[in-house]
């Protein structure tokens, strides 16, 4: 029987280690391929019987190889691929000590997982400068197309890597990263002539016993619009947000709603609403007690719908429609309209009709920065503040 698996036909791989061969046996018409490793032999079948292809084969053979010895992380801790894995144990200590939210890290781990590890991930740290980084986000432009946004972000990513390597005296200093110009798309938004034709399209659907996508619209994405924008929080937040998340105040005969954002984007912090919020919420309320689903765990909007991911693409079809039937889809500059809109028009709304606004309490209590709403909403303020500059007149005694 051993006569059939005695090799003959044996070749080295050119440019490759001698330890890489391929060869054939009498007991099969295909090439073999064979890597002595670590004092034995891996071996595969090439299953063709093509010489050339057997060629490529073992070429591919020997660099997955290669790969998998490279993140062996007990013997290479040198790698992007291992320090991305101390960073992300480190993020996930730190959830679990409550420094952080439950969402921190889950970002960066996609964009490892997706596209950062396939390209760095077997690259000693040492070896990553500024001209892989900038062929890292050349090859991520031609295969994905992401705007510079995006792209900043994944730079935050590998600076985060290396700052682990850094800590772990694997480098002594980081690369210069290559730039990427942001350009701040303008934020679409509804005027306040806009809104009302939005919020009575939605009041005059929610009649007619339409349905969208098998889902009925009903009176509740009416008052999800107004709620959303009379309060401040992320649509994000509002899709996780129960009852016990939300409590109503009252300021010298004026009721509005203080929320606690549950997954917040940015820090833990309540965020107070409009008036309106908090008159709207009485209706949710009600209505969700008629189904049983006013609990304090419950959900506010669609609370029948414990996957939340799909509630909040029910909102999202329902919403689409509306802003259709109400010919609202796009802005004056082209940009189309989306849930985000409303918040935008909530954050647009307050800077416009206030009477002095508070651009630094604004930004805290929509759980943003003052820098965002200098680069997205600011400049809109502007404008009109210069139109009412030139339609104004000098008083005469």
């Not at 890597?35 to 020997?62: G, N, P, W």
């Not at 590998?158 to 110009?181: D, G, H, M």
């Not at 210069?386 to 005694?397: A, G, P, Q, T, Y």
Request: aromatic fraction near 10%.
């Amino acid at each position: 029987m051993k006569q059939r698996h005695i090799p003959y036909d044996i070749e080295n791989i050119p440019r490759y280690p001698k330890a890489l061969q391929i060869y054939r046996i009498p007991a099969s018409p295909s090439y073999q391929v064979r890597l002595f490793s670590e004092r034995k032999y891996i071996r595969r079948s090439t299953r063709t019987s093509d010489k050339h292809e057997a060629v490529e084969f073992a070429k591919k053979f020997y660099d997955e190889i290669a790969i998998a010895k490279r993140l062996d992380f007990t013997v290479h801790t040198d790698t992007f691929a291992a320090c991305a894995r101390h960073l992300l144990e480190n993020q996930e200590a730190m959830m679990k000590r409550g420094e952080r939210r439950e969402r921190f890290g889950e970002e960066d781990k996609k964009k490892l997982d997706k596209d950062l590890l396939p390209f760095f991930g077997t690259m000693g740290v040492a070896k990553i400068g500024t001209l892989e980084i900038r062929e890292y986000l050349n090859q991520l432009t031609e295969s994905r197309k992401l705007s510079p946004s995006t792209l900043s972000k994944h730079l935050v990513v590998i600076r985060k890597v290396l700052n682990e390597a850094k800590t772990r005296n694997y480098i002594s200093t980081l690369p210069i990263f290559p730039p990427v110009k942001m350009k701040d798309n303008p934020r679409s938004w509804f005027s306040e002539k806009e809104y009302r034709i939005l919020r009575d399209t939605a009041r005059r659907l929610a009649k007619q016993d339409i349905k969208v996508r098998g889902v009925p619209l009903t009176e509740e994405i009416y008052d999800f619009i107004v709620f959303h924008m009379n309060v401040f929080v992320r649509v994000s937040d509002i899709k996780l947000t129960k009852h016990r998340h939300i409590s109503v105040e009252n300021n010298k005969g004026e009721k509005y709603l203080l929320i606690v954002p549950t997954n917040s984007k940015t820090t833990v912090r309540d965020s107070a609403s409009m008036e309106t919020a908090a008159v709207v919420y009485e209706r949710i309320l009600a209505r969700n007690q008629e189904l049983d689903l006013a609990g304090r765990d419950d959900y506010l909007f669609f609370p029948q719908y414990k996957n939340r991911a799909y509630a909040l693409a029910t909102i999202r079809r329902q919403f689409e429609f509306i802003v259709n039937e109400a010919q609202l889809k796009y802005d004056r500059f082209d940009n189309p309209r989306t849930l985000y809109s409303l918040r935008q028009s909530a954050l647009m709304f307050r800077l416009l009709n206030s009477e002095q606004p508070d651009i630094f309490f604004l930004a805290r209590n929509a759980l943003t920065s003052v820098q965002q709403l200098e680069r997205f909403y600011l400049s809109h303020i502007e404008s009109r503040m210069k139109i009412e500059s030139l339609h104004s007149f000098k008083r005469r005694d």
